[in-house]
């Protein structure tokens, strides 16, 4: 069993597929499946998209460096939201981020935080890596070797990675575990290239599991075989 987990989410683990805003059945979902994972004791950092409040069409005429910030803080704000959704059902958890100074948002120490992963806290990461032109899968993959993890789950609406599309072709063949080196060379496209990088150089494995098959999150996080895993 995995004690230190980075989980990667998308803005449509908060809305639905295609949605905005917030959904409250996503929501019930959502809190059902980190609920059990929590009661592991595991320490658990979260980094959330922002798909359901800016899509990247909707800012495509913003130049790249206001669009990215836009980005960032709507990071901020799902981790917000989330973390008000978690204290309403007794998880405790705090927001943490390198670009918001607000009272509900702690400042990204390290020594800091993990004072809060051993008191059972979740660790909500928000802001992405703070800087343009990197993307939240790139954030998690920082912020996975900064924790110390020992996976990063990345939760997507795919059962894993497929050597083709499983939706045009019925041979399609699902990989169980796949290099780094392969996954860059076939440009697979659940992450993009700067977050395989950073855990290849890391040692860090990343694990792609359908988030929307109930029970698959507590099933990685046992270690059985589901998904596809990333090794370097």
């Not at 059990?36 to 320490?43: A, D, E, R």
């Amino acid at each position: 069993m995995y004690k230190r987990v980075l989980l990667k989410l998308s803005g449509e683990a908060l809305s639905g597929e295609g949605g905005k805003g917030f959904s409250e059945k996503m929501l019930t979902y959502l809190v059902n499946e980190i609920q059990k994972i929590h009661s592991l004791n595991i320490k658990l950092g979260i980094v959330i998209g922002a798909g359901n409040i800016f899509r990247g069409k909707e800012l495509k005429d913003f130049r790249i460096q206001m669009a990215d910030q836009l980005g960032m803080l709507g990071t901020v704000i799902n981790s917000l939201y989330l973390k008000n959704v978690f204290e309403k059902k007794g998880i405790k958890s705090i927001v943490v981020s390198p670009i918001v100074n607000l009272p509900s948002v702690m400042p990204l120490k390290y020594d800091f935080i993990e004072q809060y992963f051993e008191a059972g806290y979740i660790v909500l990461f928000g802001g992405g890596t703070s800087n343009p032109l990197f993307t939240t899968d790139t954030a998690a993959a920082l912020r996975a070797i900064e924790m110390n993890a020992d996976i990063l789950v990345k939760a997507t609406k795919v059962d894993g990675i497929y050597n083709k599309d499983p939706k045009l072709f019925e041979d399609a063949k699902k990989y169980d575990i796949i290099t780094y080196e392969q996954a860059i060379k076939e440009q697979i496209k659940v992450m993009d290239t700067e977050a395989f990088s950073i855990c290849e150089k890391n040692n860090l494995s990343i694990l792609i599991i359908n988030f929307f098959k109930e029970g698959n999150l507590l099933k990685a996080i046992e270690g059985e075989n589901i998904g596809t895993k990333v090794n370097y």
